[in-house]
């Protein structure tokens, strides 16, 4: 129940495409739902986050999608850059919990030039 | 400026030996984590600590051992029961416990020969 399921594990795209990348969780505890991005060699960074009274929030290119009924949350990446390739993480906080997060398995992106 | 400093950032270890790695953070954050990192499987919780003179065993904390004797520093000791110490370990902080932002340091990367 404390499993957030992150997928695909890598993905490759051209300049200009549309990532998108999924996480799912059980745990209807959870109310916080963070994207971290983590370059080579570097600590993860929070990216953009949502909580689960929303169905969308942009910041810049990028865009998270939530889908509450079926647990359910997406990355999307608007007219993607090679400077995007990176890893992503989903997470997800547990209400009331100072564990702090639960991280997903992480999705390796590619932008090609 | 602000951030959080992980030493070495490489370390290679023999085995049954300890070795610690350091955490030292100027955010004036009560609460630091220790992650470690593994390829394909996100971020895994080792210890955190909310306050000074205090910590939690995570998820995956045997073979591991912290301390929390200043606010500012946090250090990880991999000790020799730990048997699969490979791994990057990240350390993190937060300016409110359970908030879900997490600073991170820049990793240490930890090679046992």
């Known amino acids: 129940q404390q499993q957030v399921k992150q997928s695909p594990q890598s993905l490759i795209v051209q300049k200009g495409g549309i990532p998108i990348i999924n996480c799912a969780y059980e745990?209807?505890?959870?109310?916080?739902f963070p994207w971290y991005q983590q370059f080579p060699g570097k600590g993860p960074a929070l990216l953009i986050a949502?909580?689960?009274?929303?169905s969308e929030k942009k910041e810049g290119r990028f865009t998270i999608s939530f889908n509450k009924s079926a647990k359910q949350f997406s990355l999307h990446i608007m007219d993607s850059q090679p400077g995007d390739s990176a890893t992503y993480f989903c997470a997800a906080r547990l209400s009331g919990s100072a564990r702090q997060l639960t991280f997903g398995s992480g999705t390796q992106l590619t932008v090609l030039p | 400026d602000g951030g959080i400093t992980q030493s070495p950032k490489y370390l290679f270890r023999k085995e049954g030996q300890n070795v610690t790695l350091s955490c030292e953070q100027n955010?004036?954050?009560?609460?630091m984590y220790w992650y470690r990192q593994d390829p394909g499987q996100g971020l895994r919780l080792i210890y955190y600590s909310q306050i000074v003179n205090d910590f939690q065993k995570g998820d995956i904390a045997e073979g591991y051992s912290v301390s929390r004797e200043k606010k500012e520093s946090f250090p990880l000791t991999v000790t020799s029961a730990q048997k699969n110490p490979t791994a990057f370990y990240l350390c993190?902080?937060?300016?409110?416990?359970?908030?879900?932002?997490?600073?991170f340091g820049e990793g240490s990367r930890l090679t046992v020969l």
């Open positions: 949502i909580r689960p009274d929303v």
């Open positions: 955010l004036n954050h009560d609460a």
């Open positions: 993190a902080s937060t300016p409110r416990t359970g908030s879900g932002e997490l600073f």
């Open positions: 745990n209807t505890a959870f109310d916080y």
